[in-house]
């Protein structure tokens, strides 16, 4: 089955968006961190076929988010969760968690895609269904495969880790730091240049696979606009410590 996509989704989600703020009490006390998502559009290559997916939305469960030293075997997590995160379409930046991060050089984020366990209760009924494994999800998928209605919901678990290179540094004398993360949804029902009807059973473990690999990287991105090869991220923040 050879596919066109009506509307192609390359969802460059920028997470780890963390602004330490420079301490100026005498204590040493860490800066602090905020957690931000935004979403971009970029359309996939197209086929000659008439099948079409098209995300309206889509949500992840996320758990254990950290910055780690992989050397030093040292790690400081920024928040626990478990909580929702819903990408933003428009591709708007969403502020999703704040936290701190004690001074240090860290080369590695890390979190968890996390379906519920036990008594956890994410607040939405969409990833809670009954109290068997096969009633939670960690990602909910709303869309269209060929102009019909579908809700995906994935069962899987997966645990994610994206190297920073160059390592992130905080500092005491740093302003702000921002980390962006590139996530690709557009490929996330999509194998072999066939795209996969998320209705069908068949295609589910294809499709959980995708969502695993569809983390592709993390980097420095201090002026918050996803660019890694801006040049205003080779500097620190410009948000006025210049007194």
Known sequence: MNLSIRSGISLLVVMMTGVWMSCSNSNGSSPGAALSMKVDYTALAKSAAADTVVITSAKILLKHIKFENEAEEDSSELKLGPFIVELNLTGGVTEIATG???????????????????????????????????????????????????????????EQKMTLNPPLVVSDTLTTT?????????????????????????NWDDIDENIKNSFKKAFKDNDHDGDEHDDDDDHEDDHGNDD
């Open 178 to 202: 921002n980390v962006t993360l590139v996530v690709n949804p557009g490929l996330w029902f999509l194998k072999d240049g066939v795209y996969l009807d998320p209705t069908l059973e068949a």
């Open 100 to 158: 701190d991060l004690p001074d240090g050089t860290y080369d590695r984020v890390k979190f968890k895609i996390h379906k519920p366990e036990g008594n956890e209760d994410p607040g939405d009924p969409d990833f809670y269904e009954g109290p068997s494994g096969d009633q939670r999800f960690s990602v909910v998928v709303h869309g269209t495969f060929n102009s019909t209605p579908f809700t995906y919901k994935s069962k899987k678990d997966a």
